[in-house]
């Protein structure tokens, strides 16, 4: 029991969009580009575009009053703590206010005020379970959050961040499976654990209203699935979760100080070098929720694919346009990915295995073209 081991790297489940049409009850909504700016943590941007929804459409309806019970008023008026397993739901709610406040407040660093929270959450609940014999303090955090945690019983990814904030994503049971898994440069054989029975899926699936959450994730020792989200026949799983994640396993060992945006560049690059079925909508995915924010990592580094990707395709500098990536063959693509990655994987041999980033040493990311 306990917290999982190692750097972790989210990966984001990719699910079914809607996109916009015309009908009797007005342009419908895209959820997925709500969904976007709640990965961005632009959730007032995500407010102001359904304040100007034209959809009569009953699913859209039901959508945008439950994204603005969670975000526009004061508190949350949803049921997210009440449906949440009761001996963490404390824990949680000291998350979901700092997660929410971050979100709506996108200038304010709420970092300190969370810390301070825990310690005093901690601080009370040792007194009544004795979970730890460590003193509690700022300084002490990560290893009294896994003590708590191990005390229910259960698993987690510690007290770390993902993106902008601290996260806290629990869960209850663990299945090991081996799984065989071909990359451009090489093969692996690495461990899997699927995850059961989900406490929290962290501030990624609140911003998101539970619908869209991380897949799984990566760390020097194993890969870790959310088991409800894959079908392990499936491209989602083949591609763009075991692929994927086995690219971060080995960079983890190759090169272990390197940055999550670049991880997560070189992670997205294997996806589009093998997907097939579901190519063109893993980048109209990218340009959905792309940022030029180097603070959140997954918006950061599909920026930096779709910017590097429009000039190895295009000569262009940034292509949003998705009828112009709909045109090209899924050779193409999966070409124009290949040779991103390896040239990638050549600066950074060149850099050497201590080196903590590449992307970020440039200012639009694609120099190396």
Known sequence: MGRVVGVVALCIILLASLSYCKNGQGERLDIEVVYGYGLKGEIGKALSMLDKMESNHPEDIKFKDKFEQRFKYRKDRTDYLSNKDASLRYLLKIYQDYWREGLLNKSENLDDKLKADLVSFFNKSNKEEAFTQ???N???LS???DDYISLKGMHSTGFQKTGKFYDLLVWKTNELEQFEIGLIDQKLVV???WMRDFVTLGWTSYARL????PG???TDEALYAVAKGYDKNSEKFKVNYLKHEAQHFSDYQQFPKLKSYDLE???KLIELAYGEEYLHDRLSYFIDNASFDKTNAHPYANYCIIRDMSQKIFGEGYVTEKARWNELTNQQIQQAATDLYIANTERLNRLGKETEHYLGEYERCSDFL
């Open 134 to 136: 460590r003193p509690i």
């Open 138 to 140: 700022i300084n002490n």
């Open 210 to 213: 539970g619908e869209r959450y």
């Open 143 to 145: 290893q009294v959050f």
């Open 216 to 218: 799984g994730w990566a």
């Open 265 to 267: 560049y070189r992670g």
């Open 191 to 193: 461990d899997v654990y």
